[in-house]
Structures are given as C-alpha cells and as structure tokens.
T-cell receptor
Framework: DADVTQTPRNRITKTGKRIMLECSQT?????MYWYRQDPGLGLRLIYY???????NKGEISDGYSVSRQAQAKFSLSLESAIPNQTALYFC?????????????FGEGSRLTVL | GNSVTQMEGPVTLSEEAFLTINCTYT??????LFWYVQYPGEGLQLLLK?????DKGSNKGFEATYRKETTSFHLEKGSVQVSDSAVYFC??????????FGTGTRLLVSP
C-alpha cells in the first residue's frame, strides 16, 4: 500500500461545484503539503501544514482551502470550482528531522472542471 | 527571490547515450538543491540532493554537483536506459522546508 494516499485519483466536475481532495499518510510525518502541477509551470505550492494546528498559505492559495483533520490527514477543498483549476494535484509529506526538501508524494489527483 | 530554471524538453536520446539536463538557480542565502523524478502516472520521487557548495549528489547512476560559482546543479548520467524515461524536476529550498520547483524536463529514451 502507498504511504501517501490521495482520493479520488480522477474527478470530473462542473463549474461552481464544491470539490474535496483527500490525503492520508502512514509515514508518521508531521508536515503535509498540497501542490498543483500544470504543464510548463512545474509544481506550485497551494497550502502547507507543519502540524495539526499550523496551516499556511502557499504561493497560489486563492480559491482553495484546507483542513488538517489529524496528523495523518490533510484535505484540500475547492469551494466553487472553475475551469482554470483543472490540474493535477499532489499531496506530499515530510519529516522535520529528515532534512529540508525531502518530500514524499502521493500519486496525484487529476481534476477536470468543465 | 528564489527560482529555478531548467532546460526545456523533451530531451530525446537513444539508449546508452550520455545525459545532461541543465538547471540554474537564483536564491537568497545558501539553499539545498534537489532533483526529483516523476515516472508516468506516478508522483514525484527524490532522486538526489546536495546541501552545500561542491557537494555531489548521486543515485541510480545519476549525478549532480552543487556549483555555487555558476549557480548550477546540472543532472548527468553516463548511459541512459529506456526505464529512465520520465520528467525530471530541479528544486531548491532555502532551508525552511518549502520546495521551489523548476518547470520540469521530459526525457524520452528510445531503444
């Protein structure tokens, strides 16, 4: 089983709908991240959380919200989806003791907004 | 600010060819540098890293040297295989656990 699990893996929705992408991890890491991948743009950070009570905006947080329900769970919500949020979304984790920059990624959630 | 610039792809090679993927960076302070690889349909995986100037990161036959004087961290492999076909991302962190990624370079290796 994957250490970082994302659900759903694929989702097609319509403009204006609320969408939640979920991430759970069994690595025991305290830090979790949501990234968005677009062709030609690489990965951009949406939100990150260094522990359950710590939530921080990344470089492209507008239109998104997150919830850290437990150390192992970090959800990303799109309150009212729009077509330019069509992208591949990745959850990642890291361990504060392992060193900066060593992230472990899930397999991604492909979201299409029509 | 912090940023990473990678060569545009795709890079197309025949099996056993020599690979170089260029990466240069702009950063405040003294960043750590990374190469991540994304195989088709998968998430990113850490390939190698270097934490200070002149360090060489290596893994699975890939190497990259942290060159502070040229602000570069080029990825090299002496003999690529078909199984190396993937997208490669250069990244940096200035030390507070937020990675800044380049745009990625797709490598296609043919038999």
């Amino acid at each position: 089983d994957a250490d970082v699990t994302q659900t759903p893996r694929n989702r097609i929705t319509k403009t204006g709908k609320r969408i939640m992408l979920e991430c759970s991890q069994t690595k025991g890491h305290d830090r979790m991240y949501w990234y968005r991948q677009d062709p030609g743009l690489g990965l951009r950070l949406i939100y990150y959380s260094f522990d359950v009570k710590d939530i921080n905006k990344g470089e492209i947080s507008d239109g998104y919200s997150v919830s850290r329900q437990a150390q192992a769970k970090f959800s990303l919500s799109l309150e009212s989806a729009i077509p330019n949020q069509t992208a591949l979304y990745f959850c990642a984790t890291s361990d504060r003791d392992r060193g900066a920059g060593e992230l472990f990624f899930g397999e991604g959630s492909r979201l299409t907004v029509l | 600010g912090n940023s990473v610039t990678q060569m545009e792809g795709p890079v197309t090679l025949s099996e056993e060819a020599f690979l170089t993927i260029n990466c240069t960076y702009t950063a405040t302070g003294y960043p750590s540098l990374f190469w991540y690889v994304q195989y088709p349909g998968e998430g990113l995986q850490l390939l190698l890293k270097a934490t200070k100037a002149d360090d060489k990161g290596s893994n699975k036959g890939f190497e990259a040297t942290y060159r502070k004087e040229t602000t570069s961290f080029h990825l090299e492999k002496g003999s690529v295989q078909v199984s190396d076909s993937a997208v490669y991302f250069c990244a940096l962190t200035p030390g507070f656990q937020k990675l800044v990624f380049g745009t990625g370079t797709r490598l296609l290796v043919s038999p």
